[in-house]
């Protein structure tokens, strides 16, 4: 590789560099709230008490992110250090919102007033409005509520960033040195057809059918208590959900040699084969066979490819 993986762990101010790595995963996706790393390390020690993970390529900085599972083992006199890790915008998902009406938000409300959030930052959007929150519902789930509402995309990350309104301009990946490229299409989260009760009670007030899995034969009808998010149109409520069902169900991607810092809302250029389309999802893997980046994008209502 053009230059090395570089790994550090520990606590803020205070980080120790894990020199010898044998393995590395890391995944960006553009519906999964946060990066995520796998790393497996040879090392005689490693500080145990670490709370945060640092990855560089060279010195650009790859991915920073909360220590989710460390675990130092000795086997066959060979000593092993295997990381877990998801960037600080999962915790988002792991904190709750208060239930009921919450009036006069702003994305930067929403992030900032109720919980303090290390590394999180946030896009600069200025609407302002009104967010009904169901109980059990996370932070995440607010913001993705917000961001349909105002920008009608749904939200994703790049690093530790928050971006609600839809990529329109971001890098373009030139790919070359191409090991593998194709196609897939997966229909496991598609639902067919929604139903939804009205303020009353009365079911199946509410009807939506989705276009894209009926003519595939799939029967997956979901009812549901009125969404009080969407009140201000409750058909909204079934057709965000139709919508984020088909998420990813048609990919095209390309596997290639070599290091592409590629983010969600890049775009990436492949010969004939991919035109400056979306990057949503990413996976920088080193082992064995090297260090390679894999990039896919996806048309699935959110997304469309060229």
């Avoid at 967010?131 to 059990?136: F, K, S």
Wanted: with cysteine; charged share 20%; net charge negative.
């Amino acid at each position: 590789m053009s230059a090395p993986l570089r790994l550090f762990l520990g606590r803020t101010g205070a980080f120790t560099e894990i020199p010898q790595i044998l393995s590395m995963q890391l995944e960006r996706e553009a519906y999964t709230p946060y990066e995520s790393l796998n790393v497996l390390c040879r090392t005689a020690q490693a500080p145990m008490d670490a709370n945060e993970v640092i990855v560089l390529h060279g010195d650009l900085p790859v991915y920073q992110g909360l220590v989710d599972v460390l675990r130092l083992e000795t086997a066959q006199r060979v000593q092993l250090l295997r990381i877990a890790s998801k960037g600080f915008t999962s915790l988002l998902t792991q904190n709750e919102l208060a239930p009921g009406l919450h009036t006069q938000q702003t994305l930067q409300t929403l992030i900032e007033s109720y919980y303090t959030f290390p590394h999180v930052t946030y896009e600069n959007y200025p609407g302002t409005g009104y967010l009904y929150v169901n109980p059990g519902s996370s932070l995440w789930d607010g913001v993705a509520s917000f961001a349909y509402q105002f920008t009608g995309h749904y939200p994703y990350v790049r690093g530790n960033g928050i971006y609600v309104t839809a990529p329109s301009d971001g890098t373009l990946h030139k790919v070359t040195d191409l090991l593998a490229l194709g196609e897939e299409r997966d229909t496991r989260r598609m639902v067919s057809h929604l139903h939804m009760e009205d303020i009353s009670g009365t079911p199946d007030a509410y009807r939506e059918t989705n276009a894209l899995a009926v003519p595939q034969q799939i029967v997956r009808h979901r009812h549901l208590s009125l969404d009080r998010t969407f009140l201000y149109a409750p058909e909204e409520a079934l057709r965000w959900r139709i919508r984020f069902s088909n998420r990813g169900q048609y990919a095209k991607y390309v596997r290639a040699a070599g290091f592409y810092d590629a983010r969600i809302g890049d775009r990436v250029q492949a010969g004939t084969w991919m035109h400056a389309d979306t990057v949503c999802r990413v996976r920088i893997v080193f082992g064995a066979e090297g260090l390679q980046t894999q990039i896919w994008s996806y048309d699935d209502g959110f997304y469309t490819l060229s």
